[in-house]
């Protein structure tokens, strides 16, 4: 019902055109979770090395430096740990782009979801539950579609959002890169 209610707050964001081309696949299922939950390890072990560790690309004294560690950390425990997280959210969008699609045509498909989506989780942080966009399962998404009964010729899945209660509630600004080194007026 939690979930449910955060879908309510979160379809509420604009869409292009008003389109409202969403769909949300709600996955609770253990046997349905688990080779999902195989895909998205294996890919993250691809990406990240056989043991998750990584070292900083950034300067020392950067921010992602101090922080990178924790994030290497914790993206391995969910990693080794997506299929006993209780609920998983899969945004969906009617329509697939086709490869080489114009940019303003991703933008559209994204930012007619992306709103919502982000919406949903900021509804669900309000209510204890902790949440994050995932892409892993993605380069398999057509495998997890059948799995899913998402009909994959006219339905994009763009992310799964692991949802469960968190440990606490005492959070704190993320150390990031100042804005004001990432901002630019009029000009770049």
């Not at 914790?74 to 209780?86: D, F, I, K």
């Not at 993605?138 to 495998?143: A, G, R, T, W």
């Not at 994959?152 to 890169?177: M, N």
Request: net charge negative.
């Amino acid at each position: 019902e939690v979930v449910e209610e955060c879908l309510d707050i979160g379809i509420q964001a604009p869409t292009g055109s008003n389109s409202q081309t969403y769909h949300f696949v709600l996955v609770t299922d253990p046997e349905v979770k688990k080779p999902i939950a195989d895909f998205y390890r294996n890919n993250f072990f691809a990406f990240y090395g056989g043991d998750g560790a990584t070292t900083s690309p950034y300067a020392a004294d950067d921010p992602r430096t101090d922080r990178l560690e924790a994030v290497v950390d914790s993206a391995t425990y969910l990693a080794n740990r997506l299929h006993e997280v209780p609920v998983w959210v899969i945004p969906c969008m009617e329509g697939r782009m086709g490869e080489g699609s114009p940019s303003f045509m991703q933008a559209s498909l994204w930012g007619s979801i992306m709103p919502a989506v982000w919406s949903f989780m900021l509804a669900s942080r309000e209510r204890a539950l902790g949440t994050v966009w995932t892409t892993l399962h993605l380069p398999q998404e057509q495998e997890a579609a059948e799995l899913l009964g998402i009909p994959f010729d006219s339905v994009t899945q763009v992310g799964l959002i692991p949802v469960a209660y968190t440990s606490g509630t005492d959070f704190k600004a993320a150390s990031r890169v100042s804005a004001a080194d990432r901002t630019h007026w009029d000009q770049w």
